[in-house]
């Protein structure tokens, strides 16, 4: 296994162990990551169930390295931002599935390093940027196309707001 933690996360004792014993018990699962909050206080709503499947896992994670080896790890191209998103789309694309479990425990400072090493224009650039690519890279042409053009205008709606480009009608 390799276990992925982003520098910004702690985990809660036996993490680790509970995410190898839900990936031990079925080959198919390429990967588990535990159920992360932003918040400490957030820790008291998790709800108590098994481990489920998702379609993603992110920030925390561990991966088969069986896997990992046929499928390859994070794309470099990405820096920050959705590396998360496009190696889970890869796993199910390629057979695996991904799990989350919620007994398994991990706390995320959300930004917790970007918002210290990048601008506000930077984080917005790398997440636009690196959420369109993973639909170009992953989903079909039609998929892609729909997702980016209507990500891409409903962005510029807001930034048109913001920056008061648009006078309120």
């Given amino acids: ?9 702690c985990l809660k004792p036996n993490c680790l162990i509970k995410l190898v014993d839900v990936m ?3 080959s198919h699962i390429g990967a588990c ?7 400490v206080k957030d820790f008291k709503n998790i709800p108590k169930r098994e481990p489920f499947e998702v379609s993603w896992v992110g920030g ?16 470099k191209i990405y820096f920050m931002y959705h590396e998360d998103a496009d190696l889970s789309w890869r796993i199910r694309l390629f057979g695996w599935r991904c799990y989350l479990h919620p007994g398994a425990r991990g706390f995320h400072k959300s930004m917790g ?3 210290k ?17 993973t639909y170009i890279k992953n989903a079909s042409l039609r998929h892609a196309v729909l997702q980016v053009g209507r990500s891409l205008f409903s962005k510029t709606v807001k930034w048109s707001y913001k920056f008061r480009l648009v006078k309120d009608i």
């Fill in 33 to 39: 990551q535990p159920w992360f909050v932003n918040d």
């Fill in 24 to 26: 031990g018990a079925d």
């Fill in 117 to 133: 090493t990048l601008t506000q224009q930077e984080r917005i650039f790398f997440n636009q940027r690196n959420k369109a690519y």
């Fill in 1 to 9: 296994y390799i276990f992925v933690l982003n520098n910004d996360t």
């Fill in 60 to 75: 925390l994670a561990l991966y088969r390295r069986s896997m990992l080896k046929k499928i390859g790890m994070f794309d």
């Fill in 113 to 115: 390093t970007s918002k």
